[in-house]
């Protein structure tokens, strides 16, 4: 029977005998919710990143409040911008606050950033009068990922790599006599427990206790020289800074600089990797529980020796706050550790996105805040947690974070755990629009941070203006290099409408933070199970960028984390 169908303003009529089930989306829309969301959260991120600026004597303090695009008043329409050879853009301005400490006075000045590049209906935009397409990266998520080898005698031996969006890199392994060891932002490598040390645990007794006895860890500590909290950071300063004095005070801050600080960035994807791996609910699921678990509030018996944990138990222990418990793995006692971070809906009698808290949170830093809320109304909990909602919810990895990843890395070589397919569509995430000009404008506003800091020093503390404190070509020089330049930013295939199409759908692998298409081996490129429904298998150009350049699929869309996500239907019987 002949039937109407509608895509978009178009009708047609279609002679299929089975009904469409899912009307097709709009598919620019990678492109247009990706620059939606910069425009309406990314830029303000950078801006609280990098605000409040103080100068060295910590006298003058510069704070960006807030910002505007004017979109509804382009300097030129999309048209003239073509026949002039012009950019489609619209001025942003920053509403920049400058507070004298000293004085106590605050101005407040609107300042011109420069000319912000607007994106056009078709989901492109338009530089020097040419219509170009950002292209969206496939790159590999920040979270943690084990691998396994084996070694000549066939004994396996697990390693593993923390992977940050922004920062240090760490990298665990084991070597053929069974011990482990660390590397510390692809330095030379240092024995596992010096940096358990360094995290706090001076003595073999507080980490047999943290970590369990088990016969790796016990190993390594016989080889490890280091003795004590101050032995582990100077240890590990020695490896990082050769040839510098190392002092107790100069290691602590380099191990803050290098983790606890907020360059170190692990963005809202690493924080929910890092949780759905080292999370103790999803380490102890499944096995069993070598003594009894008891819930400290009530006194009861979650789960009885000799027992198997269910989810849901298993759930339950995590959210009473232990940090690890005893499972029985191949007839050992091994003690399995969480990264203490919880479903926050436990404890609060409101919905914890009320209060901006929409992950799991850090236990310890939870239970603090509610001692210090005690006796406080709803609303005033609420605007207390909003407050800390970056220490519940920190960008940056914790000592717990690395606690729970070598308890994993222990806990492997009894069957604990998984190790990670890279090429799986899982670990790998889009970068789209959005979040590549985020990053570009983060390196601009990083290089202004500099300029206003030594500008702050020089100017008159009377008189100094906001407009005379900064100056804009760091972020203009950033945002014209990434569309100007950028290995993404690629004049749009006009051939015919559906090439157009096609091109603002393309995603790569290659490009600033992504692979070198000349050390991209067979594994990557292959088609992999997990593409299915998500990426085209055939659609891929031939020759040296073959399987790095793909297009996503029809009805596939991208998450909050920048995952591909692909529609799933359920067929009775």
Not at 107 to 128: A, C, H, R, S, Y
Not at 371 to 398: N, S, T
Not at 529 to 535: C, V
């Amino acid at each position: 029977m002949v039937h109407e169908v509608q895509m978009g303003t178009r009708k047609r009529m279609s002679f299929s005998r089975i009904n469409e089930v899912l009307d097709m989306p709009d598919l620019i829309e990678v492109q247009k919710n990706s620059y939606k969301r910069f425009v309406e959260e990314d830029l303000r991120e950078v801006l609280d990143d990098i605000s409040p600026i103080t100068d060295y004597t910590e006298k003058l303090v510069l704070e960006f409040v807030d910002y505007s695009i004017d979109f509804d008043h382009p300097k030129y329409s999309v048209e003239e911008c073509k026949e002039r050879d012009v950019n489609y853009c619209a001025p942003l301005k920053v509403l920049v606050r400058l507070i004298n400490k000293e004085t106590g006075e605050v101005k407040e000045q609107p300042v011109f950033m420069g000319d912000f590049p607007l994106m056009t209906e078709q989901g492109t935009f338009i530089i020097n009068g040419a219509e170009r397409v950002i292209v969206s990266q496939l790159v590999r998520s920040p979270g943690v990922y084990y691998t396994r080898s084996i070694d000549k005698l066939g004994k396996n031996l697990y390693s593993a790599q923390v992977i940050p969006n922004r920062g240090a890199w760490l990298e665990y392994e084991t070597d053929s006599s069974e011990v482990l060891h660390v590397k510390i932002d692809r330095q030379r490598k240092v024995y596992i427990t010096a940096l358990l040390r360094a995290l706090g645990y001076g003595t073999n007794a507080e980490i047999i206790e943290l970590m369990g006895e088990e016969e790796r860890l016990m190993n390594t500590l016989d080889k490890d020289t280091t003795k004590s909290v101050e032995d582990g950071l100077i240890e590990i300063y020695k490896r990082q800074r050769p040839g510098e004095p190392p002092t107790e005070e100069s290691a602590r801050s380099l191990l803050n600089a290098l983790f606890f600080d907020r360059r170190y960035d692990l963005a809202r994807v690493g924080r929910y990797k890092f949780n759905k791996k080292l999370s103790l609910a999803a380490r102890i699921a499944g096995h069993i529980s070598a003594d009894d678990v008891i819930d400290p509030a009530t006194g009861e018996i979650i789960v009885e020796a000799g027992k198997r944990i269910s989810a849901e138990a298993a759930e339950r222990i995590e959210n009473t706050g232990v940090r690890g418990i005893f499972v029985t793995a191949e007839d050992k006692r091994i003690k399995v550790l969480g990264n203490l971070f919880v479903d926050a809906k436990h404890f609060l009698s409101f919905n914890p996105e009320e209060a901006g808290l929409n992950e799991r949170v850090h236990y310890p830093t939870l239970m603090q805040l509610l001692k210090e809320g005690e006796g406080m109304d709803e609303e005033e909990l609420k605007a207390l947690l909003k407050e800390h909602v970056y220490d519940l919810i920190p960008r940056h990895i914790l000592p717990d974070d690395m606690i729970a990843s070598i308890s994993y890395l222990i806990g492997m070589n009894y069957g604990i755990g998984r190790t990670d397919d890279i090429d799986h569509l899982g670990n790998r995430r889009i970068r789209s629009v959005g979040e590549l000009l985020q990053n570009q404008i983060r390196v601009g506003m990083t290089r202004l941070e500099r300029v206003v800091r030594e500008r702050m020093s020089i100017q008159d503390m009377e008189t100094a203006m906001p407009s005379n404190l900064i100056n804009i070509r760091p972020v203009t020089a950033a945002i014209k290099e990434f569309f100007g330049s950028s290995q993404l930013s690629q004049f749009m295939d006009q051939t015919n409408p559906l090439a157009e199409l096609t091109h603002k759908r393309r995603l790569s692998a290659l490009g600033p933070g992504g692979l070198n298409r000349d050390r991209a081996t067979f594994d990557v490129r292959d088609v992999h199970y997990s593409h299915y429904g998500r990426m085209c298998p055939i659609e891929t150009p031939e020759g040296p960028n073959i399987g790095l350049i793909n297009s996503l699929s029809t009805y596939a869309r991208i998450n909050k984390y920048g995952f591909i996500e692909a529609p799933y239907r359920k067929v009775d019987g």
